[in-house]
């Protein structure tokens, strides 16, 4: 990863800062100028702000930072655990990776993203490191054009 990407003591992608700095603020100042949302595209009640609601600021600042992609998945899915079923308390839940990034899934998409309580976590986090040892060692789900 590049020196743009943060990357905290667990691996997880923290901040996209090259991102922020260019793309992102290339296009709050163009929401600006134009007076429209930088999310989703509303007429701004005023140039002050790039934003026309909370949730618009959340969603823009989840695409860059993990925090606010966390904050915002565990709203839209009502603090619900997407695997079992269960409501819990934010601090009992983990934000997951529907294609975990070591397989391909992006890193701080909405559409990849998805509330999970930690036992559900825990499971899927196992299943999928099996599999991709498996697959590391040429077993049922191995690709045999893969050379690795």
């Known amino acids: 990863m590049g020196a743009s990407v943060e990357v ?6 923290l901040a996209l800062s090259a991102a922020w700095f260019g793309d992102g603020a290339r296009r709050r100042a163009e929401a600006r100028r134009t007076a429209r949302c930088v999310e989703c595209d509303r007429a701004l009640p005023s140039h002050r702000t790039p934003y026309c609601s909370r949730k618009c ?21 009502r603090y619900t655990c997407r695997l079992c079923g269960s409501r819990r308390r934010a601090r009992e839940l983990d934000v997951d990776h529907i294609v ?4 391909g899934g992006a890193a701080l998409e909405y559409s990849n993203l998805q509330t999970v309580c930690r036992g ?29």
């Not at 600021?57 to 915002?72: E, I, K, L, T």
């Not at 975990?100 to 397989?103: P, R, T, V, Y």
């Open 8 to 13: 905290g003591p667990n691996g997880r992608i």
């Open 57 to 77: 600021q959340w969603r823009f600042h989840g695409h860059y930072f993990w925090d606010s992609a966390r904050s915002y998945v565990m709203l839209r899915d």
């Open 120 to 148: 559900c976590h825990r499971a899927k986090t196992a299943a999928a490191r099996s599999a991709r040892a498996a697959r590391g060692r040429g077993g049922p789900d191995a690709d045999p054009m893969d050379p690795f």
């Open 100 to 103: 975990e990034i070591a397989d």
